[in-house]
């Protein structure tokens, strides 16, 4: 139990390559995934509006 726990805590998700699950997805949305999913929180977006603006940077550039 103490092995999975701490593996949850410090092991990079396994398996989970945004881009094997949706081919379409765009690189900088796989990107923007996986530093949100980021075990060090000084790697992850530090608030929601943090992750909006780059959600809508993605998507401008989606529409070009």
Do not use: A, W
Not at 1 to 14: E, F, G, I, K
Not at 51 to 63: D, Y
């Amino acid at each position: 139990l103490y092995n999975t726990m701490r593996s949850h805590v410090s092991d990079p998700p396994q398996n989970l390559i945004p881009c094997t699950l949706f081919p379409d997805l765009p690189l900088e949305m796989e990107e923007h995934i996986l530093m949100c999913l980021s075990k060090n929180p000084e790697d992850r977006p530090e608030s929601m509006d943090q992750v909006r603006k780059m959600l809508e940077k993605i998507n401008q550039g989606l529409l070009k």
